[in-house]
């Protein structure tokens, strides 16, 4: 989850309302379906911005706000919220990787 600094109080505690951007990694075992369910219902509270990360397929689906998903691969750069910019499939997916 990610949430914009503006939105998070002085103290620690829960956060109120729906994160901005979600990222979800998909593992084998993992039923899509299931995760598309649970993007969708953060994108129908408030969330911006998704992704779906696959990364058996190289694949990263892509919502934002409640339009249909994009299916970004390769070189494409991906979009971001604010500031955070130039990163591509290839990018995240080899973050996803190193330890």
């Not at 084998?28 to 992704?51: E, F, M, R, V, Y």
């Amino acid at each position: 989850m990610v949430v914009k600094s503006d939105r998070l109080g002085d103290e620690d505690g829960p956060l109120q309302g729906s994160p901005d951007w979600i990222i979800e990694i998909r593992s084998p075992d993992q039923s899509t379906l299931d995760l598309q369910n649970k993007i969708l219902h953060c994108l129908s509270n408030g969330t911006q911005l998704a992704w779906l990360i696959d990364i058996q397929r190289q694949r990263i689906w892509v919502w934002e706000n409640q339009e249909l998903p994009l299916v970004f691969a390769g070189t494409e750069i991906l979009p971001t919220l604010d500031n955070i910019s130039d990163l591509t499939v290839e990018k995240v997916i080899a973050m996803t990787q190193k330890r």
